[in-house]
């Protein structure tokens, strides 16, 4: 069965710290891993990953993925409170396997 | 930016009805998908759609719920003789070559 695990499940930090959020994955076919932000409603497309070793990034949030260690991480560096939300990373082979997400909140 | 539009936002129905979710998916996207998320639950797939066709679909879509293509914009989720257990969040989400998926505000379904 497929299967996503994130952690922590919940992570609660002062504005301007880094974090650092894990994603492991077994999935059968898999073709890339994605992060997502979830804060009201609907999961917010954050990276797309497809090939290990390469870091994605998009100002304060890079991602990077292992394919042979099946694993990915979310970064956000200088965080502010507008980076409370729930992150859900997924893997995608014919259909998106999500992870339960971690909770993320960023006090002033 | 393009994005993808529920209807609606919220519905309450009574247990045993049907009930038709509605999703305009980004223009030019040509995979279309809906998942659903029961409170406090992971993000579970239902169902995929591509080419006028089931692409794929998971254990949770059995013969209850359908899903159409009734014009070239809308991309609809059928649910037949709702139950309690349906209530979840439903998302619908598309991709232009199936690989970025991206996802609606999703629409809030409540079966009393």
């Known amino acids: 069965e497929d299967k996503v695990v994130q952690s922590p499940l919940s992570l609660v930090v002062h504005e301007g710290d880094t974090v650092t959020l894990n994603c492991s994955y077994e999935?059968?076919?898999?073709?890339?891993l994605l992060w997502y932000k979830q804060e009201k409603k609907a999961p917010t497309f954050l990276f797309m990953l497809?090939?290990?070793?390469i870091e994605k990034k998009s100002g304060r949030l890079s991602s990077i993925l292992d394919k042979k260690e099946l694993f990915s991480i979310l970064n956000i560096t200088a965080t502010q409170t507008g980076d409370s939300a729930i992150y859900l990373c997924?893997?995608?082979?014919?259909?998106?396997?999500f992870g339960t997400g971690t909770r993320l909140t960023i006090i002033p | 930016e393009p994005e993808v539009t529920q209807t609606p936002s919220h519905q309450v129905t009574q247990m045993g009805q049907e009930v038709i979710l509605r999703c305009v998916p980004i223009?030019?996207?040509?995979?279309f998908y809906w998942y659903r998320q029961i409170l406090g639950q992971k993000v579970e797939f239902l169902v995929s759609?591509?080419?006028?066709?089931?692409?794929?679909k998971s254990e949770i879509f059995d013969d209850q719920f359908s899903v159409e293509r009734p014009d070239g914009s809308n991309f609809t989720l059928k649910i037949r003789s709702t139950k309690l257990e349906d209530s979840a969040m439903y998302f619908c989400?598309?991709?232009?070559?199936?690989?970025?998926?991206?996802f609606g505000e999703g629409s809030w379904l409540t079966v009393v």
């Open positions: 989400a598309s991709s232009e070559d199936g690989n970025t998926i991206y």
């Open positions: 999935v059968t076919n898999f073709r890339s």
């Open positions: 497809t090939s290990s070793g």
């Open positions: 997924a893997a995608h082979d014919e259909k998106l396997t």
């Open positions: 223009s030019n996207h040509l995979y």
């Open positions: 759609f591509y080419n006028n066709e089931i692409s794929e």
